[in-house]
């Protein structure tokens, strides 16, 4: 365990000149205030983390993810979040990031200086070079659909094999055979885990996967005109969308085609946002409790924050069935 | 949402008889509080779920399990359960339970009965009686490596995946090619994704997985003796097993047939037992963390009491490395 006297000896400075560093008093240099703190991340330095659960702060880190309207899909997640934290008596910051941001500070170096215990990490992609940095944190952080095999960080999400399984199961009882895939982008790790899911689902109703059906859009409404006039050449009476934006995009591009919905073709999409039941014909959708999603999140981060290696936590998703789905007209 | 007064009117008796019938008091008869007890349970009657968590109580029901001394299985996870229910001054009840208790009573009605707000359920087999049973309970349970669909119903377990994938990474740094799993026993759903887990990472690490190294036996050593020999004949130069009780088997029929660990064979155990540092040689295993698989599960506990849903929580392997593995003898 390293403390603050390692990094002073480290330094040749005082521990109360660390302690300043640390603690972000203004009585020392800006350039002496930066050693400390890369010093202190260098050597795996962490904060005592508070007995106290009154004194712990925690961030939460959006990137590239819509949250401020109700209607929008980060909302309720980070209101879930913030009120299991107010219970929890735990101050939240919530903080947008940019690039600009990301590029000037290390991950851990942000953390350390501002003196939060852990963060919930809301839409940063893959190749995100936060992401990349969490290989070898030793803060304690949660990502929403995403995974990294560092102990110190976990996964929160909701359990699509589950839902994926619901929703060709309805489509199934409802006769469709042909069921299309309009699945989001390539460099998502839930994009996966959507197309297995529904591979394995198909085969456990004795329904054809056909690759021809099976696409990858992007997770906007826009992607759904290139895609709707194959799936319908190639016969599918059924489409099966990876969130509810790409349904609603194949709502509109169907209308504009002609095509009637659910008679000529029944339509599923993803998440339940509010948009869902407003969409006309409303949409039949496999529902991501989000404020649960946050609650989970926060009490995830509480467990990894306690040296608790939890790795994933996965919500029962539900499927809400509305007007977009109906039987297959060619029976 | 059902009232003690919706039972009273249909049983036709005074809300204070069913108050009576419910909290176990000894003023009314056996079969007055038998009968109110079944038609709550019928009705969907739940018990309001104190706000003061001091005053819940829950309970583990073990079947089929060891954990009285620390070197079982059960142990660490028991204690971990009771070690977070104190923290959240809630109070907990351990019961070993037997074919007579769960023949007698259903499910519902002894949790009622008792007052217990949730259950956490320990070594049942999916085809128990009480596992059928939570297909339709309203009782918040979590399951350890068990999974069912009612979203009351929330699953605790270790991620296999990771921990199969971490343990070919090992046997096929060590330059191994031939990789035998020995399997649990067929109706177990870790067994099954312990499997598709071997045969994935196999996949990952361009090996080839040939069926006839791949056996379900017990989870139990003895299970060992009869697929060791088939293995070598087949050139096995490494086995997976998928608990340290089978490994400690197998190492045991390894010594019997003058085979030496790890210079002709390399073994590999699951769960990290305590005996598998005292196996000679000492085991390489993936550890699971049973007291954080306990923690997790009353953390869990609380949430689906709290109405939150969570499906499945897993926590992070760890391979640790002794001397039962080594490099590949025919390379």
Known sequence: MVTIKDIANKLGVSISTVSKGLNGADDISEEMRQMVLD???????????????GKRRVCIL???LEYENIDQFGYEIVLGFKLSAVRHHCEVSVIPTNLNLLTREKYDCFMLKNGFSGAFLLGFALHDDYIQQLNKTNVATVLLDNYNPNP???YVGTDGY?????AI???HDYGHKKIALLNGSKNCMVT?????AFLQAMERYSLKADPKLIANGYYVADCAKDYVSTFLNHGATAIMCASDLIASGVLYELKRLGVRVPRDVSVVGFDDLPIARRLSPSLTTIRQD????GKSAFMMLEELINGINISKVLLKPELIVRDST??????
């Open 39 to 53: 010093t202190a991340v260098e050597m795996g330095y962490a904060p005592k983390r508070g007995k106290k659960p």
């Open 62 to 64: 959006i990137e590239n």
């Open 152 to 154: 110190f960080v976990g």
């Open 162 to 166: 589950h839902g994926i399984d619901m």
């Open 169 to 171: 199961k309805h489509l």
């Open 192 to 196: 996966n885990d959507r197309r297995l």
């Open 290 to 293: 989000r404020l649960s999603l």
């Open 326 to 331: 109906g039987p297959n007209p060619k029976l």
